[in-house]
């Protein structure tokens, strides 16, 4: 059962109704923010809606709390899995960098980015992509047509995940063991800065065009998933703010 969930968590990350922050961004404007640090500790996650997996049980848990002044969302997984999700529409090409805040208390002992049974992460972060159904292979087209069938509507057809790894050196980009369809990305990795608060900048049209050597299509949603249900550890993590930027800083 693990393994259906994880196709789910994968290829189909996105795959529970959408619920939208409302930023499409305006001329002008050089950042699209999406903001923890304006909510109330302890009260809701607006914007935000849970992704959850048939047949897993445990669930990571989510809540607002206060870090260092500001209201930041801290992830408690347990064995579990879970996520958040919201819906975007953003042209990457118009704000091409991501940047974003993030802690975690540990890495997971057991997470392996080439196993099944490894894919696990103290922290992810998760950018969908709208890519066009004739770029697709037939099977790919399939699923996708078999999903829509099922849930109503169709899913995102290319993600970058950019993980908290274990072992895997900062940048590298590995295929997701379930699907080359999600391409994740250590944007953290190992022991070293545990319990520091990590400011990472992506620029995620180059990233794009590295995992799938194409231009990316439009930005359809993003996630935030703290997960320990396969090597059955623990982790807490952290997330701040994030920003698609038209800055590169080139």
């Keep these: 059962m693990k393994a ?6 994968g290829a189909l990350v996105l795959l529970a109704g959408w619920v939208t922050v409302g930023i499409a961004g305006a001329e002008g404007d050089t950042c699209l923010p999406i903001r923890f640090s304006t909510m109330i500790p302890g009260e809701a996650i607006s914007g935000w809606q849970p992704m959850t997996f048939e047949k897993i049980s445990a669930h990571t848990r989510y809540v607002l ?8 969302l801290r992830a408690d997984s347990q064995s579990s899995a879970s996520g958040l999700v919201t819906s975007l529409d953003i042209d990457p090409n118009a704000y091409p960098m991501l940047a974003w805040q993030w802690k975690v208390n540990r890495t997971i002992d057991g997470g392996d980015v080439t196993k ?6 103290a922290a992810r972060l998760y ?37 908290w790894g274990n072992r895997v050196p900062v940048g590298s980009m590995h295929p997701n063991p379930y699907t080359r369809r999600v391409q994740m990305i250590a944007a953290d990795s190992g022991p070293a ?3 520091e608060w990590r400011s990472v900048r992506r620029n995620i049209v180059e990233d794009f065009k590295r995992a799938f050597g194409t231009e990316p299509p439009r930005i359809t949603g993003i996630a935030v998933m703290t997960d320990s249900d396969n090597t059955g550890e623990s982790a807490t993590a952290w997330y701040g703010d994030i ?5 590169t800083g080139d």
């Design 4 to 9: 259906i969930r994880r196709v789910a968590a």
């Design 65 to 72: 709390v206060e870090d260092q002044g500001r209201t930041v």
């Design 116 to 121: 099944k049974s490894g894919d696990d992460y």
């Design 127 to 163: 950018i969908t992509f709208d890519e066009s159904p004739e770029k697709l292979s037939f099977l790919e087209r399939a699923k996708r047509a078999a999903f829509r069938m099922v849930y109503g509507q169709t899913p995102p057809s290319a993600a970058l995940t950019y993980v």
């Design 193 to 195: 800065h545990v319990n």
């Design 243 to 247: 920003c698609f930027s038209r800055e």
